[in-house]
């Protein structure tokens, strides 16, 4: 069955980097769009960009400057990572499959960023 | 960016009752509009892609309307495991947006 599943670090430094994995089964890489939401108190959920199934990306322009996503096929692994962290940035992050509707979300990873 | 605005932010029903909640895009956005269930301390849940269409496994007193700005979602016969947020998402165009929810309670 599908599943998805994210982990990180819990708690980060301000100015510091973020790094989230999301290792995926049931499903190819290669076949769909992961996706990157997340969820803060001051902003509700925001998506933050995807990962085509070609392996091409887009990213939320309010993110632009200091998010990365990337993947790891062989390993059904997909890799979220931004920078210059702020306290709003406290949050969960979910990765989610689909296109433009997401049919599956991991359980997501809850990270805090404070000194 | 496309702002969505739902309404009620709270709604307080009644086990049985039929509710609707409203979602509203600032510019129109055809069908792209999908809706999600949340509950406390769980991922968002796809409950109707397309405004309109369902999705295998959700109970079919979920149902949905609407099209360009005005988007509707109705549930039917309110049962104590609906207590959730829902959330409409629009991916018309980037960067997808979501509302800011309706948290549904029940009396």
């Known amino acids: 069955q599908v599943q998805l599943k994210e982990t990180g670090p819990g708690l980060v430094q301000p100015t510091q980097t973020l790094s989230i994995t999301c290792t995926v089964s049931?499903?190819?890489?290669?076949?769909?769009?992961m996706q990157w939401v997340r969820q803060t108190p001051g902003k509700g959920l925001e998506w933050m960009g995807f990962i085509r199934s070609g392996g091409s990306t887009e990213y939320n322009s309010e993110f632009k400057s200091r998010l990365s996503i990337s993947r790891d096929t062989s390993k059904n692994q997909v890799f979220l990572k931004m920078n210059s962290l702020k306290t709003e940035d406290t949050g969960v992050y979910y990765c989610a499959r689909g296109y433009n509707n997401f049919d599956y979300w991991g359980q997501g990873v809850m990270v805090t960023v404070s000194s | 960016d496309i702002v969505l605005t739902q309404s009620p932010t709270t709604l307080s029903v009644t086990p049985g009752e039929t509710v609707s909640l409203s979602c509203r895009a600032s510019?129109?956005?055809?069908?792209?509009l999908h809706w999600y269930q949340q509950k406390t301390n769980e991922s968002p849940r796809l409950l109707i892609k397309?405004?309109?269409q369902s999705i295998s496994g959700i109970p079919s007193r979920f149902s949905a309307s609407g099209s360009g700005t005005d988007f509707t979602l109705n549930i039917n016969n309110v049962e104590f495991d609906d207590v959730s947020s829902y959330f409409c998402q629009q991916t018309q165009s980037w960067p997808y947006t979501f509302g800011a929810g309706t948290k549904l309670e029940l009396k």
């Open positions: 049931g499903f190819s890489l290669t076949s769909y769009y």
């Open positions: 510019h129109s956005i055809g069908t792209n």
């Open positions: 397309y405004a309109s």
